[in-house]
């Protein structure tokens, strides 16, 4: 059939050119009829012959490829007609156009359907060898199944010996078609194993037949049949790889085709077959190597043959991309990195201790696994992790677009409104792929939770334009600024909606999965037994998808809930979790292999089970984190199926109840099955909390029984109450069990004991209540009460035991107190002392709170118990519109105990604050015990009457009201949070600590508990951190001290993995030097998360800590020169546990962050120098500890806390040495605290304006202690003293009154007077505090842009104060540039790294001159006489900002002409203030305007430097001069207009300068419209010289392309250059080869210049060359004596012909063709072009070798 197409494709060719020439030359066309007859009889040949194979495809069931191949022959039919029509109508007219054109037409199609008959016929003939193949497994499994004597087994025999045979033929028929000599030779090895393999198959079989005990012989047979399914599976691979058709094979169905399964299990064989040839290399078995190194590249082989042929059919081109790289990837290491693998691996067997070929080898596996992995990836559909990428992704986006706005940059704004809006479709395309790919049980909820958010979305996107439009026309108006804001706010989080309503998985899933994975391993198991390698193949799949799902619903998990704990655990698992199951797959799939490869190897085996515990480990750590949610979760369903239960027996549905108790009980076996995990995890960090979970477990089990026998009493005897009560009763003890088990594997020791309080808490309030009313509690309540007593003593003695101090003593206190109190208490109750009863109850409540404060985490407790509260009640509003009262019970009893805990611990708390707290407490806890009562009535009149409104809104109400009131209970029960950020910070010091020494001294048990408490603590830092960094409004502090949060964590599990390590191995010096170093790193992030938290002054928080230690240290000495042992030794202890490094840390943490440059360098040294005193010290003190009684060792200590007192002493003078800086710091804090409290005044935000006035009241204290050290230094001066100190008692008045005007609003926020009355107190006290500045900006060139202007502004005013002998603000402004303004220049320097390489050296250096002049400024602005001396240092500081500013901002005449608009509204405003004689109103104004002025000035100054032309630098120059001058005029004579409106002089002094300063500013910013016209125009020119260059670009990729194939001929070329062309065998085929060269090079050109003729006839002569090189090589290889090189001669040369023949044929296709897409056929031609040249480059070479070896 070939050489019939290459008939056809010359006739065809030939028609065309003759067509082609006449069309060119307008003449007639040659008589084509002869032409015609023979295409058509060939024609209707191949269509008679197609018509008849067609039928072929029935026998294999496939009526699709028959009607196709019969359509094509239709259609092939029809162009001949087309053919033979056109030219009956050039006999007729030889010069029509339109016969022209239908000639070209059926030329065309003749041939392409030509070609698709071809590759279907093709197509057939590997169906069939698969078709065979699987006929042959099938008879092969026949045979194999037969027992002994079966009469059946000959012809079962005969049969697979048949198609064996069969078999065999169409592969040597099948060989002889195939082209690619790899796939040649691998089905030449296909077709002798298949020989082989057959003959031990049938003897094993017989020789069991003829003898039913040989069972050696049955064993033999099933393994030499495992080897025949391996080699009828290789025979479908290469079978299907040989295919020439282009069609995707998926056409022919039941074909077992390629899809992503196959990918993955190509990869999985990929990377245990790494595993099997690096065990070979470590035994040093160079044939297993080699084995294993060759079925290596045939597995990487068949990978990427399935890529390919999955990237045909993958329609996204996202994914194709990836496809693509993927496979260019693994090419390149065939290719390329096989070759020095296989070089490597000699090397490591010649040598194994040769680690550079050892490091090669693992860097070149890396390559293959990535490569592997890749082409994975690439199949895998879009999960929800891709989807959080993209919506991170739009991140960005946002913040150019926010940025743009706030710069007024209009044209910048939308564009990136368009990048927003296409992210946010990319989503929403993203999410509905996910939502449609999800598996059946989730596609509906996923796909109806995309719809609604889709909609939310849409409307979110269609609305962002015109917002922005406004916000970016009008950027300071802050109102249309938060309309945007706003709108891609509500982006942002409806884009991690997406990504949490496509997250799919739960804690359920996670036990599930993990009961498959054992089931799994079996099958694994199995099927090595069986050397079943298809089984085994598909069970280590399985184990690889349930690890993979795992994975997957961790991550979904991690996403949903929202416990932080479970977050963070399950976050650090899914960090590694891929890599680890990798790791896992592929150790199982070495082993597999070894074991299918040697099955009487039992240390495979082992090795085996290994490798399947560390994925046992990894899916039970899965579910061990994710327990807590799962328990819970468990808990309420089984609660549920208990309810049930009981109300299905009491109205006598027994079915009900069966199937209740069957869900209850399997429940309960869930629970634990899930507690046994959490118990395996815990059983070595705490084997005290493991025991106690698997003794409640088990109970939970056993208590199944007990209420199985319960109903069956029920239902023997109906409606017997007895017997319902007894149900009743041990279904509540099931539930309670529950509860218990739940709290012991979601809470450790200490939290259970607060639970357990809580629970005490509220039966002693109910028997109170009782008592009360005059009635004796019964003794089951009295017995309930009893257990729970002492399970809480037993969880106090727990705790106690690793607790140490005085916290440990309180609670064995109280815990023996409440021993004795409960017997007292069950004794009353059987006397019946009702009195003394009542006594006793308010002491237990007393003992049990004692007993929980003990504990020292009341508020972190409260804190916790909260944020459950506010959890379950969001649970349950959720719930209410949606499930019934039955269903809604679970959800009230969950509010009704998290309620109950948190009322408690309010409770604990006000017992122990001052009065008026207490009071406020105790009445905010009454409010809200209050409004919760009234709920569930509410929810139940809701449900009872859905349809009336006003109930609903009575439930809605109700909710808010509860809310509201938690955060009243929150408010006031909380202390400061960052106080108490610090004191956990100190804790945590002092568990570090302990964790030291307990390390040193290798106490496992003491380092385990010191480990706990210390975890703990940081994990309880961690919260308390976040809601200390939320307030943060200073987005970039924020963002800083949130990654410094994430830093604890990670180094906490660091600490957690060292210490674990350490002591494991006490004596390794690497292990404990790494666990010292984890202990610095936890200690360094503690305190940089306390401080990059905090809102305190940093040299006020270093000044108490170091005077805090200093006061330590002067308490040891004073013990320590006493001389009293017993007082040394507890003096030792409590240093030791005091936690000196962590304070330490802390202190050198925020005295990082002090903003005066010099106190920061002073203080640091300082640190330093108390860093290597503690060195000395710590190990001292624990000498001291170790020897009591060494006098020098006790000295020793003394000499070392001594050094220590004097240097924290230094610290204390160091920070408190500048007053001036600190009071400028301060007031700026001050400022900051009381907008917050502005704020919250305005939302009405109690939380707000409690956290603003709780910060503003300490650092006004902070500023008054810093007035009075002030004062203290000016003794000297009386006058400044007094002024000082007056100034303090201002602030003290100004603060109190502050506080109780805002407390009097929140108590009347209806009022409007008392809401002006804290405005005015608010205002009032800034008056007395003063102003600051703030920094912070994202982005480095901003930040430097704002800088610079502020730093102008306040030069400039300090400036005008000068001109206008304001002696007053000359020294305020001197105050600012010598405080922040220094900080700021600071800061500006260190931020020139962040700037592009390009701008970054010119910055530097203007900055160096900054630097360089700034003292100046700021020393002459101290100077009363120095205003000559400041204006020349201000000039030069100006200029030098200017040239910064042109530097960062390469378009500044923006923001001139925004800033000329927003001058003329602070003129206009200034007028009338001016005309209304309002003289605070003129100052405020006239300063604001004049700091505009300056802005615009310094702008101008930039821009001129940028200008286009010399004489608009200079207009510029002169207006920004004018405006300087007239803007020191104004301050003075707006305010002399002020006060006397009616002075026309002094009005007319006022509009001059007004008048002098607009004029100057429209002379800046109509100069600056030019320039924006003018860079516009250059914009333009730009992108048209930026296409210009990119269409360069595509035309030199053109020519790219052409030389492609002008390469290829260069190729060979380069091939023969070294040999001689004569007449002998070997000279004429390298003549030959030339030949083809020259003609190749011929066709690029001619298909460069799209001309058809001579493509045409190039092409023809390339394939008459072509067949006489096969001739030619014909007798080369019968000269040559190695039959291997006469095989690779004969195949190559074959292989250039087919390569010319396509060629040629694609040529007449595309000739044929009517559209000139001359890109489109060089892509094809190069494609063959370059196949050619490597067949003929590969036929010399081999031609070279057999010249040498001839006869």
């Not at 009535?937 to 439930?955: C, E, M, N, T």
Request: glycine share 4%.
């Amino acid at each position: 059939m070939e050489a019939l197409l290459e008939s056809v494709s010359d006739a065809v060719s030939a028609m065309v050119l003759y067509s082609v020439e006449a069309d060119e030359s307008n003449a007639k066309v040659l008589d084509i009829a002869q032409g015609s007859a023979v295409v058509k009889a060939a024609s209707d040949y191949l269509c008679d012959m197609a018509v008849k194979s067609a039928d072929l495809w029935i026998k294999f069931n496939q009526p699709a490829m028959q009607k196709r191949m019969v359509d094509v022959a239709s259609n092939l039919r029809q162009s001949v007609n087309e053919i033979s029509q056109a030219a009956s109508e050039l006999e007729q007219s030889q010069y029509s156009k339109t016969a022209k054109k239908l000639l070209l037409k059926g030329a065309k199609g003749v041939m392409e359907h030509m070609v698709v008959l071809l590759q279907t016929a093709d197509l057939y003939e590997v169906t069939r060898g698969i078709r065979s193949c699987a006929r042959v497994t099938a008879k092969k499994k026949v045979l194999v199944s037969l027992g002994h004597g079966e009469s059946f087994f000959v012809t079962a025999a005969q049969e697979f010996v048949t198609h064996t045979v069969e078999t065999g033929k169409l592969i040597q028929k099948r060989i002889k078609d195939i082209d690619d000599y790899q796939l040649k030779k691998r089905l030449e090895e296909c077709g002798e194993a298949l020989r082989i393999n057959t003959e031990p198959l049938l003897r094993f079989m017989t020789e069991y037949m003829r003898d039913a005990m040989n069972t050696q012989a049955q064993q033999d047979a099933q393994v030499a049949s495992a080897r025949l399914d391996e080699v009828v599976q290789e025979t479908i691979v290469v079978f299907k790889l040989s295919a020439k058709s282009p069609f995707d094979l998926s056409m022919i169905s039941d074909l077992d085709l390629k899809d992503d399964v196959d990918l993955r299990d190509a990869a999985m064989r990929v990377a245990g077959l790494m595993g099997v040839l690096q065990g070979a290399i470590q035994r040093g078995d160079a044939p297993a190597a080699k084995a294993a190194l060759k079925a290596l590249k045939i597995a990487l082989g068949d990978q990427i043959s399935t890529a390919q042929q999955l990237a045909k059919s993958c329609g996204d081109p996202g994914k194709l991309v990836q496809y693509e790289n993927a496979i260019r990837a693994a090419q390149s290491i065939i290719d390329s990195d096989l070759p020095s693998f296989s070089k490597s691996i000699e090397e490591l067997l010649r040598r194994p201790d040769n680690s550079t070929a050892l490091n090669r080898l693992k860097a070149l596996m890396g390559h293959i696994r990535d490569a592997s992995n890749m082409m994975v990836s690439a199949s895998s559909a879009y999960n929800a992790d891709d989807l959080e990428e993209l919506v991170d992704g739009m991140g960005l986006p946002i913040a150019r677009l926010a940025q743009a706005v706030q710069r007024g940059d209009i044209a910048d704004a939308a564009k990136y409104v368009t990048d927003v809006q296409q992210a946010a479709r990319a989503q929403l395309l993203m999410a509905d792929q996910i939502s449609q790919g999800a598996r059946p049980e989730h596609r509906d909820r996923l796909l109806q939770g995309v719809k609604a958010l889709k909609m939310n979305i849409d409307r979110l996107v269609a609305a962002l334009p015109d917002a922005a439009q406004r916000a970016a026309y009008e950027p300071a108006n802050q109102h249309l600024y938060a309309m945007l804001d706003s709108v891609l706010q509500d982006l942002t989080y409806n884009g991690k909606q997406l990504v949490e309503t496509v997250s799919v998985g739960t804690p359920h899933d996670l036990l599930m999965s993990h009961r498959a994975l054992g089931n799994e391993y079996a099958t694994l198991v199995s099927a090595l037994d069986r050397t079943d390698r298809k089984a085994a193949q598909s069970a280590l799949r399985q184990i690889n998808d349930i690890l993979t799902d795992e994975l997957v619903y961790a991550r979904a998990v991690a996403r949903k809930t929202d416990n932080p704990l479970i977050t963070e655990a399950l976050n650090t698992l899914c960090a590694n979790g891929q890599q680890r199951i990798a790791d896992i797959i592929s150790t199982l799939g070495r082993y597999s292999e070894e074991s299918l490869d040697d099955p009487a190897n039992q240390a495979n085996r082992s090795n085996l089970d290994r490798a399947f515990a560390d994925a046992e480990l990894l899916s039970s750590q899965f579910v061990g984190a994710a327990s807590r949610d799962f328990m819970l979760e468990s808990g309420q369903k089984l609660r549920g199926h208990l309810d049930a239960l009981v109300l299905s027996a009491q109205r006598g549905d027994y079915q009900a109840s069966a199937a209740a108790i069957k869900s209850a009980v399997e429940e309960a076996r869930m629970q634990a099955e899930a507690a046994e995990l959490v118990a395996m995890s815990l059983s070595t960090t705490d084997p005290e909390r493991a025991a106690r979970i698997r003794e409640y477990a088990q109970q939970l089990l056993s208590m199944g029984p007990t209420l199985v026998g319960s109903l069956k009493k029920v239902i023997a005897a109906p409606g017997d109450q007895a017997a319902l009560g007894e149900l009743s009763a041990n279904a509540g003890a099931m539930g309670s069990m529950s509860d218990q088990l739940i709290r012991a594997t979601t809470m450790d020791a200490d939290e259970e004991l607060m639970h357990a309080a809580a629970l005490i808490d509220t039966e002693v309030r109910n028997m109170k209540d009782m008592v009360a009313s005059g009635k004796m509690p019964n003794p089951a309540q009295m017995t309930n009460l009893a257990k729970l007593v002492m399970s809480q003593i037993k969880l106090a003695n727990i705790v106690a035991s690793k607790k140490g101090g005085a916290k440990n003593e309180g609670l064995i206190k109280a815990s023996q107190l409440m021993a004795d109190l409960i017997k007292n208490m069950v004794g009353a109750v059987r006397d019946g002392n009702l009195a003394g009863l009542e006594s006793m109850l308010d002491t237990a409540a007393q003992l049990n709170a004692s007993l929980v404060a003990a504990r020292g985490k009341l508020e972190d407790d409260f804190e916790t118990a909260t944020a459950e509260l506010k959890r379950h009640l969001d649970i349950l509003e959720q719930r209410v519109p949606t499930q019934s009262q039955a269903q809604l019970q679970g959800a009230i009893r969950d509010v009704d105990g998290s309620l109950a805990r948190a009322t408690f611990l309010a409770h604990a708390i006000a017992r122990q604050a001052e009065p008026e707290r207490q009071k406020q407490i105790m009445a905010a806890v009454t409010e809200l015990q209050g409004l919760y009562q009234a709920l569930p009535p509410a929810i139940h009149a809701h449900k009872g009457r859905p349809a009336d409104p006003a109930l609903a809104a009575r439930v809605t109400s109700l909710f808010g009201d509860i809310h509201a009131s938690i955060a009243t209970v929150a408010n006031a029960t909380t202390s400061s949070g960052e106080e108490r950020l610090f004191a956990r910070a100190a804790q945590i010091g002092q568990d570090l600590a302990r964790l030291e020494d307990a390390v040193a001294r290798n106490n496992q048990a003491e380092a385990n508990a010191a480990l706990q408490s210390a975890v703990a603590g940081i994990r309880v830092q961690a919260q308390l951190a976040k809601v200390q960094a939320e307030q943060i409004r200073d987005p970039a502090q924020r963002k800083a001290a949130l990654e410094q949060i994430d830093r604890l964590e990670k180094f906490a599990a660091t600490l957690s993995s060292a210490v674990k390590d350490t002591l494991a191995k006490p004596g390794d010096q690497a292990k404990r030097q790494k666990f010292l170093e984890a202990l610095a790193a936890t200690r360094e992030a503690v305190a940089q998360v306390v401080a990059g938290s905090s809102s305190v002054l940093p040299e006020e928080r270093v000044h108490d800590i170091a005077q805090a230690m200093q006061e330590e240290m002067q308490k040891l000495a004073a013990v320590l020169q006493r001389g009293n042992p017993q007082e040394i030794a507890n003096a030792l202890s409590r240093i030791q546990q005091y936690g000196l490094q962590q304070q330490a840390d802390i202190l050198r943490a925020y005295a990082s962050s002090v903003s005066d440059p010099r106190v920061r360098r002073d203080a640091l040294e300082a640190a330093a120098e108390f860093d290597r005193t503690l060195a000395e010290l710590i190990p001292a003190i624990r000498a001291a500890q170790a020897n009591p009684g060494d006098k020098a060792a006790i000295q020793k200590v003394l000499a070392g806390a001594n050094d220590a007192e004097r240097i924290l002493g230094n610290i204390c003078t160091i920070v408190t040495a500048h007053p001036e800086s600190r009071l400028a710091s301060l007031s700026h804090m001050i400022a900051e605290d009381t907008s917050l409290i502005r704020d919250g005044l305005s939302k009405k935000n109690a939380v707000e304006v409690n956290a603003g006035g709780l910060n503003a009241k300490r650092d006004t204290a902070h500023l008054v202690k810093a007035i009075r050290l002030t004062a203290d230094g000016a003794r000297s001066n009386p006058a400044r003293r007094q002024q000082l100190l007056q100034l303090a008692d201002r602030l003290d008045a100004s603060i109190a009154g502050l506080a109780a005007a805002v407390r009097d609003s929140q108590s009347k926020p209806a009022d409007a007077q008392a809401q002006r009355s804290a405005l005015s107190a608010i205002e009032l006290h800034l008056q007395s505090v003063g102003q600051a500045s703030t920094l912070g900006h994202d982005q480095v060139a901003i930040f430097l842009e704002e800088t610079a202007l502020k730093l102008a502004g306040d030069a400039a005013r300090v400036d005008i104060a000068f001109e206008n002998k304001d002696a007053a603000g000359v020294a305020s402004g001197a105050r600012l540039l010598e405080g922040t303004g220094s900080y700021q220049v600071s800061l500006m320097h260190k931020a020139l790294e962040g700037l592009p390489e390009e701008r970054r050296a010119h910055a530097t250096q203007v900055m160096q001159q900054i630097q360089k002049v700034y003292p100046q400024v700021v020393a002459s602005s101290k100077d009363p006489k120095g205003h000559a001396q400041y204006k020349t240092s201000n000039l030069a500081l100006q200029d030098a900002l200017s040239q910064l500013i042109a530097i960062v901002n390469q378009a500044p005449e923006e923001r001139i002409i925004t800033l000329g608009a927003q001058m003329d509204r602070e003129f206009d405003r200034l007028t009338a203030s001016v005309k209304k004689g309002d003289v605070a109103g003129t100052e405020s104004g006239a300063a604001a305007a004049v700091f505009v002025a300056a802005e615009q000035a310094v702008l101008a100054r930039a821009l001129a430097r940028q200008a286009s032309t010399p004489a608009r630098a200079q207009e510029l120059s002169s207006a920004a001069a004018e405006l300087d001058k007239a803007a020191r005029l104004l301050p003075r004579v707006a305010l002399e207009a002020a006060a006397k409106p009616s002075d026309k002089a002094k009005q007319e002094a006022f509009a001059q300068a007004v008048n002098a300063m607009r004029v100057a500013n429209r002379k800046l910013v109509a100069n600056g419209q030019e320039e924006r016209v003018v860079r516009e125009r250059a914009e333009q020119e730009r992108v048209r010289a930026e296409q210009e260059r990119l269409e360069a670009e595509r035309q030199a990729r053109e020519r790219a392309k052409q030389d492609e194939m002008a390469s290829a001929a260069l190729r060979v070329q380069e091939s023969i250059k070294d040999v001689k062309v004569d007449n002998t065998v070997w000279g004429k085929l390298y003549g030959t080869a030339r030949d083809i060269a020259q003609l190749m090079e011929q066709m690029s050109a001619m298909s460069a210049a799209n001309d058809k003729r001579g493509m045409i006839e190039t092409a023809r002569q390339l394939a008459v060359q072509s067949a006489t090189y096969v001739q030619q090589a014909k007798a080369a290889a019968e000269k040559c004596t190695d039959p291997k090189l006469k095989d690779q001669i004969m195949i190559h040369s074959q292989a250039a012909k087919n390569w010319a023949v396509q060629l040629k044929v694609i040529t007449a296709v595309k000739a044929a063709s009517d559209d000139d897409d001359a890109s489109s056929t060089r892509a094809q031609l190069v494609k063959c072009a370059k196949s050619l040249a490597k067949e003929v480059v590969s036929c010399v070479d081999a031609t070279k070798i057999a010249a040498i070896r001839s006869k």
